[in-house]
């Protein structure tokens, strides 16, 4: 049995219960799609007491309404028994206390705190980071790293980690590590500026895959699919502007990018947005296109199964049309 208890300010709460979301499956967890296996009653004070029989395992999890999720990605062991006490009148709300969340969220907590939250360094990262060159910067985010690392091994140190949130910190420092090198040339590139750079840039894709199935409990790994994807297909835009012919559409452009430079999990997941931003993209929202924006999507399906042979993609899509 594992126990997590805590308060919220009832004026956020539509409703009686409190519910306990898990990730069920790795589908689930690219999709931010959680099912409630437990609940509790909200007493009208706002605290609650979620009591899980079955929790064999580390994992994720959420709290919130049927509405709302007000705690996200918090990590529970078997057996443990957490105190998430949640002050605030808007979102997001921040937690009252570090004190009996846990060692795992209160060390994300204190990284979260030193690496992202801090004045400081939130100036650096978000604002003067823009401003530098590609070897610079290569050379900043490196750092950062390497810093992020020797924080992480200091805070448990002579301490046995938990298998599952090691493998969840150590993939998630490193995708994070390759998106933001990735998302800087994205930015470069929108504001029209020459990026000098060599190979030693794309250092990250000798570190990490796009083929990593461990990789799924790290939201920054489904990040760098999408980017990955994203940056291929700018390549091939510029191809096609200079030798003046029309590009395809995007949606099939990125079908071709994925199933020559992808395999296994990686191609899945890529499918998988292609198809979830068609599903969704404006042509989907005008009645007259919607025949004709159907018969593209089953195209686009029917390309992402012969390259997967994953028939979950077919249940998926028809599930959203």
């Not at 760098?224 to 940056?231: D, Q, S, T, V």
Request: net charge positive.
């Amino acid at each position: 049995m594992a126990i997590v208890e805590g308060q919220i300010n009832p004026v956020f709460t539509k409703g009686k219960y409190i519910y306990f979301y898990q990730f069920t499956d790795s589908l689930s967890l690219f999709f931010y799609e959680k099912k409630a296996t437990d609940s509790c009653i909200l007493n009208p004070d706002g605290s609650f007491k979620i009591e899980i029989a079955n929790w064999p395992k580390s994992g994720f999890f959420d709290l919130g309404t049927r509405e709302l999720v007000f705690a996200r990605n918090y990590f529970l062991e078997p057996g443990d028994h957490l105190k998430l006490i949640f002050d605030g009148n808007e979102m997001p709300l921040k937690l009252n206390t570090y004190k009996g969340i846990g060692k795992y969220n209160n060390f994300l907590q204190v990284f979260n705190d030193t690496f992202y939250r801090s004045p400081v360094v939130k100036r650096n990262y978000f604002v003067i980071s823009n401003y530098m060159l590609a070897p610079d910067y290569a050379v900043y985010i490196g750092k950062r790293k390497k810093e992020q690392f020797d924080f992480y091994k200091n805070y448990f140190r002579n301490q046995e980690i938990d298998s599952t949130f090691q493998t969840y910190f150590e993939k998630e420092t490193e995708y994070n590590w390759a998106n933001d090198k990735t998302y800087f040339l994205w930015k470069k590139r929108t504001r029209h500026e020459e990026v000098p750079l060599d190979t030693s840039y794309f250092d990250f894709l000798q570190v990490i895959s796009t083929d990593d199935p461990k990789a799924l409990i790290c939201p920054g790994y489904t990040r760098f699919i999408e980017l990955y994807i994203n940056e291929l297909y700018q390549l091939e835009i510029q191809k096609k502007i200079f030798k003046l012919s029309l590009a395809l559409q995007p949606s099939l452009e990125k079908s071709f990018l994925a199933k020559k430079h992808l395999q296994g999990t990686g191609l899945k997941i890529a499918f998988y947005q292609i198809l979830r931003d068609e599903i969704y993209s404006v042509d989907a929202h005008l009645t007259k296109n919607r025949k004709m924006h159907f018969a593209f999507i089953d195209s686009l399906t029917n390309i992402a199964y012969e390259a997967t042979k994953d028939s979950a993609i077919l249940q998926y899509v028809n599930s959203q049309k």
